[in-house]
C-alpha cells in the first residue's frame, strides 16, 4: 500500500497516542497540530494526569481516551459523560478499530500489553517504548510477523538505523553503531559518577525534557544497554554486531558500518519529532519542526568509546542479553524500581548498577523465548527482588 505525495491528495492517518501526557506524547501531539492534513488523533491514553489529557481531548476530539490508573478512569468518565468521546481501557485505546498506526509512547514495561494489542490487531506500531522490545522482544516481533503490523522504531538511534539500512544488503553489513550523547556525567571519573544525586543525573546535555526514568538511565547508560537489546531484536543482530559510541553532539544518531569499511551515518537537529514523524510517515517524508541543520551548520562531530568502568550499566546489558531468556526483562523491572528507589533519595546513582547487577546474579533464566506472560512474571519477580535490596545483602539473596 503506498502512500500518495501530498500534491497527489494526503493520506491521513488515523493515530492512537498512548503516553500522550508524557515528553514522546506530546512531542507526537504537537505534530498532529502541525500537520492537521496528514494526522488525525483517534485516541489518547495517560496514567493519571487527567487534566493533561483532558486538555488534549477537547483539541483533538478523540473516538475514545483510556487513563490505566482506576482513579483516573472514573474522573474521565465523569467528566467526559455526554461529550461523545467513549472512556475504554488503555488496550482498547491501543487496539481502536479506526485506528492506522499506535504511538505507544508510555514509559515503562507497562507499555508492552498495549504494544502486543497494536500489533495482534494489525495497525502500525510506531514505538517509543523500548521497555516492551527489551523484555519480550521475540514475541512481539512473532505476532507482528503472524499479523502483519510493522514496528517502527522511534528511539532516535533505531529510526537512525532503520533509515541508514534503507537498501543494504544483510550480507554487506558489518556491525551496526548506537551513539550516546554520554549523559549529564559524561567526562566524570567512576567515584563522581558512583556518587551522583537525582539533580546531577536529571540535568541531561543535549536531550531536556525527557521523562525522569530515561533521564536517569542516560546517566547510568543502561539506556544505551536496553537500545542494543531493542536493535537486536528491531534488526535481528547478535551482540558483538552492536556497538555503542558517545557522540557528544547528539547529531548523529546512527551509524551503519558496511563490509567495505564504509559508514553510513544519520544525522539530525536532536529534536524527538523528528524520528516521531518518521515512523508514523514512513515511507514518506515531511518538512521538520525546526529548521534542518544544512552540511555547512553541523558542529564539530566526536566520537569516543564509552567509559565502560564509570558506567557498567553498559555491560549489564550486554551481559542480560548473552543471557537471553526473561534476563533482559529482569534487567528492565529491577531498573525501573532501582531509578524509582535513586529519585526518592534512597541511595547515590552508584547503587543502581550494584542492585542490577545483584539481582541478575539470583535470576534463572526462563523461557528462552519469552512469551508476554513469562516476561510480565519475570518483571515483577525483578521488581519484588529490586525493592527488597539493601546494599548489605549483595550476593547473598535468596535465588528464584
Ligand atoms: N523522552 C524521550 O526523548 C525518549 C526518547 C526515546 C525513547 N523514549 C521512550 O519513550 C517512552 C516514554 O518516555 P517519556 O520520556 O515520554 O516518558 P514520560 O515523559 O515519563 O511520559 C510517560 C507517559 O506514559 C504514561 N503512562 C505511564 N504509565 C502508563 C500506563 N500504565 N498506561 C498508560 N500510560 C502510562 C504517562 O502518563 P501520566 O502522565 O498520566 O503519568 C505519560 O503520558 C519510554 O519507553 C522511553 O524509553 C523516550
Wanted: aromatic share 4%; proline share 7%; hydrophobic share 50%.
Amino acid at each position: 500500500m503506498g502512500t500518495m505525495d501530498l500534491q497527489d491528495g494526503a493520506q491521513v492517518r488515523r493515530i492512537a497516542v498512548l503516553g500522550c501526557t508524557g515528553s514522546i506524547g506530546r512531542d507526537a501531539l504537537d505534530l498532529a497540530i502541525r500537520h492537521p492534513d496528514r494526522l488525525r488523533v483517534v485516541t489518547l491514553a495517560c496514567n493519571r494526569d487527567v487534566d493533561g489529557l483532558l486538555e488534549a481531548a477537547e483539541r483533538f476530539r478523540p473516538e475514545a481516551v483510556a487513563a490505566a490508573d482506576p482513579w483516573a478512569a472514573g474522573v474521565l468518565a465523569s467528566r467526559l459523560d455526554g461529550s461523545g468521546i467513549r472512556v475504554v481501557s488503555v488496550v482498547e485505546a491501543a487496539a481502536w478499530p479506526t485506528v492506522d498506526v499506535t504511538l505507544v509512547a508510555i514509559a515503562g514495561v507497562a507499555g508492552l500489553r498495549p504494544a502486543m494489542a497494536a500489533v495482534e490487531t494489525g495497525k502500525r506500531l510506531a514505538l517509543a517504548n523500548k521497555e516492551s522490545l527489551v523484555a519480550a522482544g521475540a514475541a512481539l516481533l512473532r505476532l507482528a510477523h503472524r499479523s502483519g503490523s510493522e514496528i517502527l522504531p522511534v528511539d532516535s538511534e533505531h529510526a537512525g538505523l532503520f533509515a541508514a539500512l534503507q537498501g543494504v544488503r544483510r550480507g554487506s553489513l558489518r556491525r551496526l553503531w548506537l551513539t550516546a550523547s554520554g549523559g549529564p556525567l559524561r567526562g566524570s571519573s567512576a567515584a563522581d559518577v558512583a556518587a551522583a544525586t537525582p539533580e546531577r543525573a536529571l540535568r541531561h546535555p543535549t536531550w531536556p525534557g525527557m521523562g525522569r526514568r530515561i533521564t536517569v538511565d542516560t546517566a547510568t547508560l543502561l539506556n544505551k544497554g536496553l537500545e542494543v537489546i531493542e536493535a537486536h531484536h528491531l534488526f535481528d543482530a547478535g551482540e558483538h554486531a552492536i556497538g555503542v559510541v558517545v557522540h557528544p553532539q547528539s547529531v548523529v544518531h546512527a551509524i551503519v558500518e558496511l563490509a567495505d569499511g564504509s559508514l553510513l551515518m544519520q544525522a539530525s537537529r536532536p529534536d524527538m519529532r523528528l524520528p516521531i514523524a518518521f515512523a508514523l510517515a514512513y515511507p514518506d517524508r515531511w518538512a521538520p519542526p525546526e529548521p534542518a541543520i544544512p552540511p555547512t551548520g553541523l558542529p564539530d562531530l566526536q566520537f569516543q568509546p564509552p567509559d565502560r568502568e564509570a558506567f557498567p550499566c553498559l555491560d549489564l546489558a550486554y551481559a542480560a542479553l548473552r543471557a537471553g531468556g526473561t534476563a533482559p526483562a529482569v534487567l528492565n523491572g529491577a531498573d525501573e524500581v532501582a531509578v524509582a528507589r535513586f529519585l526518592a533519595g534512597e541511595f547515590p546513582l552508584g547503587h543502581i548498577p550494584r542492585l542490577l547487577e545483584a539481582v541478575l546474579g539470583q535470576h534463572k533464566g526462563g523461557a528462552e523465548e519469552p512469551e508476554l506472560d513469562e516476561a510480565l512474571a519475570a518483571d515483577a519477580w525483578a521488581r519484588e527482588r529490586a525493592a527488597a535490596w539493601r546494599p548489605a545483602a549483595i550476593a547473598r539473596g535468596a535465588s528464584r
